[in-house]
C-alpha cells in the first residue's frame, strides 16, 4: 500500500509565496509521475502540475510561470513552489502519483487559502 502525506498549506497573502510537501511511502517503483490536483467547493478536481521520475515536468496554464513542481526521488517526495499568489489559487491541493502507469493513489488533501 502506498501512502501520500502532504504538508505546507495555509493562510497566505495575495502576491505570496507558499510550498507544499508531498512524502510518499510504500512500495513505488522508480517509474512513476508525481501530479498536483486542487479543487475548490463545488467543482471538479483540476490538475495543476506533474513531474515523472526523470524530472520532465508540466503546468496548467494558469500557474505556468509561477509554480514550480520538483521532486527528490531518493525520498520519494514531491514539492509544489507556489508564487504570486492569487485568490482563485484558494483551494485543498491534493498529492496524486501513478505508479508504473496502473496504480492510482492519493494524498489526503491540504488546503490554501489566499486572502488578505
Known amino acids: 500500500q502506498v501512502q501520500l502525506v502532504e504538508s505546507g498549506g495555509g493562510l497566505v497573502q495575495p502576491g505570496g509565496s507558499l510550498r507544499l510537501s508531498c512524502a510518499a511511502s510504500g512500495s513505488i517503483s522508480s517509474l512513476n509521475t508525481m501530479s498536483w490536483y486542487r479543487q475548490t467547493p463545488g467543482k471538479p478536481r483540476e490538475w495543476v502540475a506533474r513531474?515523472?521520475?526523470?524530472?520532465?515536468?508540466g503546468y496548467t496554464d494558469s500557474v505556468k510561470g509561477r509554480f514550480t513542481i520538483s521532486r527528490d526521488n531518493a525520498k520519494n517526495t514531491v514539492y509544489l513552489d507556489m508564487s504570486s499568489l492569487k485568490s482563485e489559487d484558494t483551494a485543498v491541493y491534493y498529492c496524486?502519483?501513478?505508479?508504473?502507469?496502473?496504480?492510482?493513489?492519493w494524498g489526503q488533501g491540504t488546503q490554501v487559502t489566499v486572502s488578505s
Open positions: 513531474i515523472t521520475t526523470g524530472h520532465i515536468t
Open positions: 496524486n502519483i501513478v505508479d508504473r502507469g496502473v496504480w492510482e493513489y
